[in-house]
């Protein structure tokens, strides 16, 4: 029940919510692109797509303090090269708490680049980057965010593939206080994205289009109650203190041995002062 306890100690102002395959008409707003994202097959499937004029994106009807939030997305298929899709938790502010998921498009047969970040208090600049060991346009795959307060971990289809730990203890901020909504957006980044903004997008090939479904949320939800109350089962709030086992830890280093190509911990370049304190613990 420690877990429990902390909910009730630190999260004033939300209530525990268990959420199975949710109708994302229920969860979610559509928040730009004039007609580019749609809600389709009575709620269940949600599309966003780009073109030259406009990309699109759908923010959560719910704020999150806490929790652990599946979503199945299926990306641009073919010549997806200069465009982003990206899905994240973020605050509001100057000094905003964010956990990234960015996937970056590529010409048609090269892999898709998984861009992750973790912002608190206004302050990233801890990418991780991965390729994926299938293809992410063939069908829908389930991303995942796990956050608790002693960890934040991003996993792909049940597989971890990066932990980021509480680490105040050494002065690395921790997002802990700030309520996050879901966000997610297509949109053209060819300045950037592929290549470092060597290969444009092909407009030829617009619209482009990603595709949403299965929502799944284990989560502090914020609300007007004073305190978090839970009506779900102890085992079904088991993510507040969810921790990798030996088999997800074997995971997450197959992971980040075989599908890892950037990791701010080892860019001794970018940090000639000294490495983030967080890469001294393998965050």
Avoid at 19 to 43: C, H, P, V, Y
Avoid at 60 to 66: C, D, G, P, Q, T
Avoid at 156 to 183: A, H, L
Wanted: charged share 20%.
């Amino acid at each position: 029940m420690a877990s429990l306890l902390y909910c009730s100690m630190t999260i004033t102002m939300c209530v525990l919510l268990t959420a199975s395959a949710a109708k994302l008409d229920q969860e979610f707003d559509i928040t730009w692109g004039d007609g580019r994202a749609k809600m389709l097959n009575n709620g269940d499937l949600l599309t966003l797509s780009l073109d030259k004029a406009s990309g699109s994106g759908f923010q959560s009807k719910n704020e999150y303090l806490f929790g652990k939030i599946d979503m199945q997305l299926k990306l641009v298929p073919g010549n997806s090269a200069g465009t982003v899709t990206a899905y994240y938790l973020s605050s509001k502010g100057s000094n905003w708490d964010e956990i990234d998921f960015e996937f970056l498009g590529n010409v048609s047969g090269e892999p898709y680049i998984l861009h992750t970040n973790v912002f608190s208090q206004g302050k990233g600049n801890r990418e991780q980057q991965f390729y994926l060991w299938f293809d992410p346009t063939a069908d829908f795959h389930t991303y995942s965010i796990l956050w608790n307060p002693q960890r934040i971990m991003f996993s792909v289809d049940g597989t971890p593939i990066r932990e980021f730990k509480n680490m105040e203890s050494k002065g690395v901020p921790f997002p802990k206080s700030q309520p996050m909504r879901i966000y997610s957006s297509l949109w053209n980044a060819d300045d950037w994205a592929t290549r470092g903004g060597l290969v444009k997008t092909d407009w030829t090939q617009a619209p482009f289009t990603a595709s949403y479904r299965n929502f799944n949320a284990n989560a502090c939800v914020q609300s007007s109650s004073s305190s978090c109350s839970s009506s779900s089962s102890a085992s079904s709030s088991s993510w507040l203190s969810e921790e990798l086992d030996t088999r997800g830890q074997e995971r997450l280093r197959w992971v980040q041995k075989n599908y890892m190509i950037y990791n701010y911990c080892s860019d001794i370049k970018r940090f000639p002062q000294g490495l983030p304190p967080e890469c001294n613990a393998s965050s």
